[in-house]
Structure formats: structure tokens, C-alpha cells
């Protein structure tokens, strides 16, 4: 079978750093992505790991590790736009994504 | 980046009655579009893929007479929810992904359906 699981909700102050993990269980494994999605919009893209290592994108970077099966997304210097759902989404094949139950990140002043 | 875009952005409609949303990718082919449907407060639920010049392949679990999708073009894919009720009330999503970006895939907007 497959499986996602990340955390359902991380709260941190303006200017902290979030850790959000994301460990899976899927099968024929091409990669993770990683999306934003603010309340009553659309997901948009943040990064992809292809390959084992850290991906860096101005204040988020993501991490895989394959022999792990596990990976995180780090968002540094947190502005209050940020508080939003995070979610992990593995490609599947044919293009397929299959997404995490998602992580709020909630930003306090 | 790629645009797609959905219309419409929220629709109202009556029990029994059908909605047709459209998905288009508006610089860009899609070979393949995708649709997902999101309940509140859960993640996004692929519901099928849509494939230009050939029949949906729907996710298990996903009535493919309720929901009728038509990729008429590299361009315009449409999902079509049929005899609607208000279970079926939710956000559809759909995505295109260009073939060179293994990654990525860009996602509408959204429609909002909710049935009365």
C-alpha cells in the first residue's frame, strides 16, 4: 500500500524556523514535492526532490532522504503569509501526485 | 510559470441537476490533466486523470457515470459532475503538468461547488 504522514499542525512565532516532516510509504518512488495551499485557494508548487539532499529556495528548502523513505520542508525567517497547509505529494507514475493530509502551519506575531 | 485556470470559481446549483467545469492550460500543452476534489480542512483526493483523445482513468472509489471528464484538446479538459446532490458540495481542483517537469504540476485555481 502506500502511505504519507506528516504532522497535522505546527505553530511558531514570526521569524522562527519549522521543521516539517514527511515520512512515506509508496510504491515506484520517482520522488517528493512539496505544496502550499492557503485557505480557500489552490495548491502551489514550493520544490522537488528527485534525488537524496537538501533543495534550497529562498527561505524554504526541502530534504530527501530515499533510504529513509523520509523527507521535511524547512521555512526559515516565518512571515505571517505563511501560515497556510503544507503538503507532502510523492509523484506517482504517469504524473500522478498523491498528497499528504497536510500540515497547518500557523504563524503568531 | 504555467497558468491554468478553471471556470467557473464557485457555482450554486440545484439537487439533480448537473455543472460542467472547465480546465484549461493557458500557455502551455497538456497531454494529461488531472482532477482532485477537496473536502474542508482535508487534502486534495485525486479523483482521475484526464488524457487528450482518450477515455478518464478514474481513481477507486470514483463513479465515472457521475463524473464525466472530456479532454477535448491539448488544452481544455472538462469534468462534468452529474445529477448533482449536496454530498457531492466541494472544491475541484484540476492540474496539468508539462512533460518536461518530472515535479511540478500546476493546479487551477478551483471551483467551489456546492449544491443545494
Known amino acids: 500500500g502506500q502511505s504519507l504522514e506528516q504532522p497535522s499542525e505546527v505553530t511558531a512565532v514570526e521569524g522562527a524556523i519549522v521543521q516539517i516532516n514527511c515520512t512515506y510509504q509508496t510504491s515506484g518512488f520517482y520522488g517528493l514535492s512539496w505544496y502550499q495551499q492557503h485557505d480557500g485557494g489552490a495548491p502551489t508548487f514550493l520544490s522537488y526532490?528527485?534525488?537524496?539532499g537538501l533543495e534550497e529556495t529562498g527561505r524554504f528548502s526541502s530534504f530527501l532522504s530515499r533510504s529513509d523513505s523520509y523527507g521535511y520542508l524547512l521555512l526559515q525567517e516565518l512571515q505571517m503569509k505563511d501560515s497556510a497547509s503544507y503538503f507532502c505529494a510523492p509523484p506517482r507514475s504517469w504524473g500522478k501526485f498523491q498528497f499528504g493530509a497536510g500540515t497547518q502551519v500557523v504563524v503568531t506575531p | 510559470g504555467a497558468v491554468v485556470s478553471q471556470h467557473p470559481s464557485w457555482v450554486i446549483c440545484k439537487s439533480g441537476t448537473s455543472v460542467k467545469i472547465e480546465c484549461r492550460s493557458l500557455?502551455?500543452?497538456?497531454?494529461?490533466m488531472f482532477w482532485y476534489r477537496q473536502f474542508p480542512k482535508q487534502s486534495l483526493m485525486l479523483m482521475a486523470t484526464?488524457?487528450?483523445?482518450?477515455?478518464?482513468?478514474?481513481e477507486q472509489g470514483v463513479e465515472k457515470d457521475k463524473f464525466l471528464i472530456n479532454h477535448a484538446s491539448l488544452t481544455l479538459s472538462t469534468l462534468t459532475v452529474t445529477s448533482a446532490h449536496p454530498e457531492d458540495s466541494s472544491f475541484y481542483i484540476c492540474s496539468a503538468r508539462e512533460e518536461r517537469e518530472a515535479g511540478e504540476q500546476y493546479f487551477g485555481p478551483g471551483t467551489r461547488l456546492t449544491v443545494t
Open positions: 526532490n528527485g534525488l537524496d
Open positions: 484526464s488524457n487528450e483523445g482518450s477515455k478518464a482513468t478514474y
Open positions: 500557455d502551455f500543452q497538456a497531454t494529461t
